[in-house]
């Protein structure tokens, strides 16, 4: 009986990975094939860090990250996560390895990764969380993280969708307010920036310009404006102040420990839809720390050994090694 073919695998991984998914090559004989996969995937990472030096692949920084809080206690079982990510459907490959380190998460999020649900929101969260069975202590992750895409190419902004035709971007959100600091900065921005006010018609995308823009000082933005991947940096920064305001109002360490885990999520996909590259997803962190016992510890998630490549691999759920484009060029010392 004939069988009808499956999607073609090993050519096309099932859902973007950090970096190093694609690296590990246990069964290939050939060293020209190895050189080659290395060497094109050390140009996927190159246009990523030329932009964020310092960040790495989804799966790695989620190891790290998994692997610092187990030193604070924070585990699968007695911890929740919330998270503030950008609304975007991209940014889920980040929620759901979230999901499966620490089961189902409460969002607190917005359009542009600002968080939106408040002290009520927040609370709710909380008071979610597993109770330790001896203690009553609780324990809360919370990741928050704007987003960015930067494409195989090293285009600041771009992105190729799935099964859409032409050029995409991400976050569009912040993609439409970047024209507002040079509005802000030559005074014909035509918006009320008073603290508090909202559009009802638009309630996010209208706090979350609010928030950003009373945030920069007009003297410091350049003339042309402000870039994306700058706008970017000050959404987090916004959000993490945001956030610690927020923990503030809502978080008794008499009776819980928690975790903040900030950074920019980036997602690199093929530059347009004729060449087929893998989508690749990173995480430049900016901040982490720990309040234990109502005692802060402030931590550099990068100073965790990455897991080897085969352990990411396994970690990443690959089954197959995926076929990859041939790198621009041969690249010593790898
Ligand atoms: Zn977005």
């Not at 990764?113 to 609780?138: N, Q, R, V």
């Not at 930067?150 to 859409?164: K, Q």
């Not at 802000?184 to 209208?206: A, R, V």
């Not at 000082?217 to 991947?229: A, Q, V, W």
């Amino acid at each position: 009986m004939p069988r009808a073919q499956g999607p073609m695998r090993g050519q096309h991984p099932v859902a973007p990975h950090g970096p190093r998914f694609h690296e590990y090559g246990g069964f290939d004989i050939d060293p020209e094939l190895q050189h080659s996969r290395v060497s094109y995937l050390r140009e996927r990472v190159e246009a990523v860090t030329k932009e964020f030096p310092n960040a790495i692949g989804m799966d790695d920084f989620l190891f790290r990250t998994e692997v610092m809080l187990r030193r604070f206690g924070f585990t699968t079982d007695n911890s929740i996560a919330l998270t503030s990510l950008c609304r975007d459907e991209i940014t889920f490959p980040l929620k759901n390895a979230i999901d499966d380190i620490f089961g189902y998460s409460m969002d607190l999020d917005g359009l542009g990764g600002i968080i939106s649900a408040g002290t009520t929101g927040l609370g709710a969260g909380l008071s979610h969380s597993p109770t330790d069975h001896l203690t009553g202590k609780e324990r809360y992750v919370l990741f928050a993280m704007p987003h960015i895409a930067i494409d195989a190419e090293g285009r600041v902004g771009s992105i190729v969708r799935a099964g859409r035709r032409g050029q995409s971007c991400a976050c569009g959100a912040l993609v439409k307010m970047q024209p507002m600091f040079k509005q802000y900065k030559e005074g014909t921005l035509e918006m009320g920036l008073d603290e508090g006010g909202h559009d009802p018609l638009d309630p996010e995308f209208s706090i979350l310009t609010r928030r950003l823009i009373t945030a920069v000082n007009k003297d410091e933005i350049p003339d042309k404006g402000l870039p994306l991947s700058d706008v970017t940096r000050l959404a987090d920064r916004v959000i993490r102040r945001d956030l610690d305001k927020l923990i503030g109002e809502t978080v008794d360490v008499t009776k819980s420990d928690y975790a903040v885990v900030t950074g920019i999520q980036i997602h690199s996909t093929a530059a347009n839809n004729r060449t087929w590259h893998p989508a690749l997803e990173f995480i430049s962190p900016t901040s982490m720390y720990v309040v234990k016992d109502g005692v802060r510890h402030d931590m550099d998630v990068l100073a965790i050994d990455p897991p080897t490549p085969r352990q990411l691999f396994h970690i990443a759920g690959g089954e197959e090694i995926a076929e990859l484009p041939s790198p621009r060029r041969s690249w010593p010392g790898l």
